[in-house]
């Protein structure tokens, strides 16, 4: 081994640069086969280096968003859900939402792909360097209501008022008391046009003053999350019941043989 190659990747391996320390060799054996110039020898070693810091930075921040599961948009099935306008959710993958501080809101029944569509969202902000915090409902309004009864509302809504993207999924599931609802419209207000929300709901509109026990406050609350925002109204079968379903005609098919008629 000549002493320059054992130099030149102790020198990559002291700047922290280990990715092109590891393939230095293999690199070295390309360029010479290929007869590259030094310079693009350079380039070529340094993009290794550049692709896997933007895999780490990846999966860092989608560490920190909290993810329920990961989900992205090319695993979408919208052959399935012909309620959604595939060209929209395309669209709203483009980001423009996010660079103006708009909200998306999912609607819809339990299954049809709202969390789905709301984490393929937020990888997506997260690759063009977005923060993203992916929290459900019941757990921030919870969170939030212990918060404002300790006086620390302040220094707890920063922890939900920093990411640019603020995930919050199934919003209504149950009805939020007084404080909650109060501490809600805090968050909300504090974050309308300074940064985006995608909400997951399975209540309409017309529901949010039961939910939120109030319905000045949900007139409050909806008036800022709609006033720049994309509404999704899903309509359709749940996906994880037609999952269900096949896996219960799969099983019974095995067991049974295949010719016996379905329970
Ligand atoms: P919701 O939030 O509307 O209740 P989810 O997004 O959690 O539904 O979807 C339930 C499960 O079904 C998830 O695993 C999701 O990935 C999957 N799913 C739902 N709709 C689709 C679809 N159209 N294509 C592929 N997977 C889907
Ligand atoms: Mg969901």
Known sequence: MPVAVEQA?????????????AVLDQRLDQAAHR????????????????AARRERYFKARTRLAHFPFHKTLEEFDFAFQPSID???????????FV?????VLLLGPPGVGKTH???????????????VYFVRAHDLVEDLRRAMAEHKLDRRLRVYLA?????????GVWPYDRLASTALFTLVSARYERGSIILTSNKGFAEWGEVLGDNVIATAVLDRLLH????????G???????????????????????????
């Open 9 to 21: 990747r102790s020198h990559l391996e002291s700047l922290g640069l280990t990715s092109s320390a």
């Open 35 to 50: 007869q590259l110039s030094y310079a693009e020898f350079l380039a070529d070693l340094l993009a290794v280096e550049v």
């Open 86 to 96: 595939e060209r929209r959710v395309r669209e709203l993958a483009q980001l423009a």
């Open 99 to 103: 660079r103006e501080a708009a909200n």
């Open 117 to 131: 569509l709301a984490v393929a969202l937020g990888l997506k902000a997260i690759e063009a360097g977005y923060g």
């Open 163 to 171: 990411p640019r993207v603020l995930i919050i999924d199934e919003f």
């Open 228 to 235: 720049h925002s994309h509404v999704l109204n899903i309509r």
């Open 237 to 263: 079968e749940s996906y994880r019941l037609r999952e269900e379903r096949q896996a219960g005609l799969v099983g019974a098919r095995v067991v049974m043989g295949g010719d016996n008629p379905q329970p």
